[in-house]
């Protein structure tokens, strides 16, 4: 007698492969589109001949299953088939963070091992830069808006439309081990060199069935179905586009890549071909609020998830005025990433109580176990107000980071991913992220969350942006300094006054009144978007 179910010898078990999400919409919405920048248009049907000519020539190129492939591009549809085609032949997708400095893209290259690089001909004057430095690239892809001539040092193996074109529009793709690495990506962080992460093909599947899950599941607020129209507003190299084009794909409907994010661009698309759903940093929502061409789009119909920062009240405010459905989601680099939705599912709430909910981190999406516990890995009360770390368990998480055990284990300690998230739950299991444990604030012996405090001085009204970091102090051990880019003239007492407000009624610990004001022209990013407050501490606060 087994424990395990009987298996005819000629049956067939389907393993969760990436080339697997691509049957439904091919079937279903063979006509249906997807779009670069508005200027080129492809259905689903050439969509998947373009990936089957794509994985011929990587065969061709001599890519064996197992090796790497780096690429380095804009949003576009070229990043779509790639995220398909190189996995599907049993490679590994590697999508460089352009936005980073010419020696950490070297050491991320260097790192992964790349085989060959598809690069965008804006960023051949980088890899001139470190071309002599790559230790395993044997060769690389230009890709180009408009075919053209290049002029560079670069040894180039082709030119990607070319390469299609010549190439065969049919390949059968065979099994292999779901288990397979799929892609790999480096984080952001804000201490020494960027940690590479990884996923298997079973993980980016089930990411992509329990995020469909979670969004289609919706009956009203924050839904994502068939008739949306999708377009990422996050670099396809962070994350794998918060693995949204794999859902868009699956659940076949209209695509838009923008290319390089401009705002009046991304606002143009959006009205042009009727973009329902996207998701960003609270960043780009600031960039496309002071575009001209703001105030005259409509965004009634648009649906944005908000991630990477937390969600400031006076901007989702500013962004539901406008008809925007605006919500959380929580993640990060190392859990594929979605683990959490802010969705609303309570009728008759007031403005400011729909803001409240929207503004949190969510509730765990299925098949996330998501805990909120103390340093003895015990959960804190449900009540809203106490605070202990996130920590998660979940079948899309990094099983390590890739060749640094130490960091693995540190990440993996006591059998949950440790996040660096302080948090609370409440009675309905909305989570809040209050900081990052390395960026609270302690004052005599209180903990000061910075996030609260930039919230609270993000709604005063002459204040643009905001970022708060914990300075040194000899009375009090460390007391926060707000670095405020202002939209209008405004003095650092009136800020504090702004703040006291909040004291007096209890929303935040008197001793945030020890707060110090610095005006600044700007506030650094990493470069994914994130308030850089490592940056902001070597700048303003050592010596």
């Known amino acids: 007698m087994t424990d395990f179910t009987e298996k005819t010898q000629s049956a067939y078990s389907y393993p969760l492969l990436i080339k697997n999400l691509l049957y439904s919409p091919v079937v279903d919405t063979p006509r249906q589109e997807i779009v670069y920048r508005g200027e080129k248009r492809f259905t689903y049907e050439q969509f998947r001949r373009r990936v089957c000519r794509l994985a011929n020539v990587l065969v061709e190129l001599g890519v064996q299953p ?6 380095m591009d804009w949003d576009s549809h ?26 950490q893209v070297l050491y991320t290259l260097n790192h992964a091992e790349d085989d060959y690089i598809f690069v965008n001909e804006e960023f051949l004057p980088l890899l001139e830069q470190i071309k002599a430095r790559l230790d395993m690239v044997k060769g690389y892809v230009v890709l180009q ?4 001539q290049t002029e560079t040092t670069v040894p180039l193996t082709g030119e990607y ?8 529009e049919a390949h059968a793709f065979a099994d292999f081990d ?39 599941s919706a009956a009203k607020q924050g839904r994502f179905h068939r008739e949306d129209v999708y377009m990422p507003i996050t670099p396809m190299f962070h994350v794998h586009a918060w693995g949204f084009p ?16 401009m705002p009046s661009n991304v606002l143009r698309l959006i009205a042009q071909e009727k973009v329902t759903f996207s998701h960003c940093v609270p960043t780009i929502l600031h960039l496309l609020m002071n575009d001209p061409t703001f105030a005259d789009t409509d965004l009634s119909a648009w649906k944005v998830v908000i991630g990477g920062a937390a969600l400031p009240k006076a901007l989702c405010r500013a962004y539901l005025r406008k008809g925007v459905d605006i919500f959380s989601g929580y993640g990060m680099s190392e859990t594929c990433p979605v683990l959490s939705l802010a969705q609303v599912d309570e009728d008759d709430l007031s403005e400011e109580q729909e803001i409240e909910i929207r503004c949190k981190t969510g509730r765990a999406i299925p098949l996330v176990d998501l805990r909120v516990v103390d340093t003895d890995m015990h959960d804190v009360g449900g009540d809203g107000r106490s605070v202990g770390e996130v920590v998660v368990r979940s079948p899309w998480l990094t099983q390590a980071y890739l060749k640094d055990k130490r960091n693995s284990e540190l990440l993996w300690q006591g059998g949950y991913l440790h996040t660096g998230d302080v948090a609370s739950i409440d009675d309905r299991a909305y989570v809040s992220i209050t900081d990052r444990i ?33 300075k040194a102090d000899e009375k009090w051990g460390e007391r926060p300094l707000a670095l405020v880019v202002a939209k209008e003239k405004v003095g650092a007492k009136e800020l504090v006054r702004h703040v006291q407000g909040f004291t007096d009624t209890g929303i935040l610990n008197k001793q945030a009144l020890l707060l110090k004001v610095e005006l600044v022209d700007s506030i650094d990013k990493t470069s994914v978007g994130k308030i850089d407050k490592k940056l902001l501490r070597e700048k303003y606060l050592i010596p």
């Open 66 to 71: 197992g090796d790497t492939i780096g690429v």
């Open 438 to 470: 390395k960026d609270v604030i302690k004052i005599g012996g209180e903990w000061i969350s910075s996030l609260e405090l930039e919230d609270v001085i993000s709604q005063h009204p002459s204040v643009a942006e905001v970022a708060v970091v914990g």
């Open 78 to 103: 070229r990043y779509l088939e790639c995220f398909f085609a190189v996995p599907m032949i049993g490679a590994v997708l590697h999508t460089v963070n352009v936005k980073l400095s010419p020696e």
């Open 161 to 168: 439309e070319t390469l299609l074109a010549a190439a065969p």
């Open 246 to 261: 794999y859902i868009a794909t699956f659940t076949g409907v209209k695509q838009v890549y923008p290319g390089k994010y």
């Open 178 to 216: 779901e288990n397979r690495r799929a892609t790999t990506f480096y984080t952001t962080g804000t201490t020494g060199m960027p940690k590479g992460v990884f996923f298997s093909h079973r993980q980016l599947v089930l990411h992509t069935l329990a995020t469909l899950s979670a969004l289609s």
């Open 145 to 148: 808006d408009e075919y053209r």
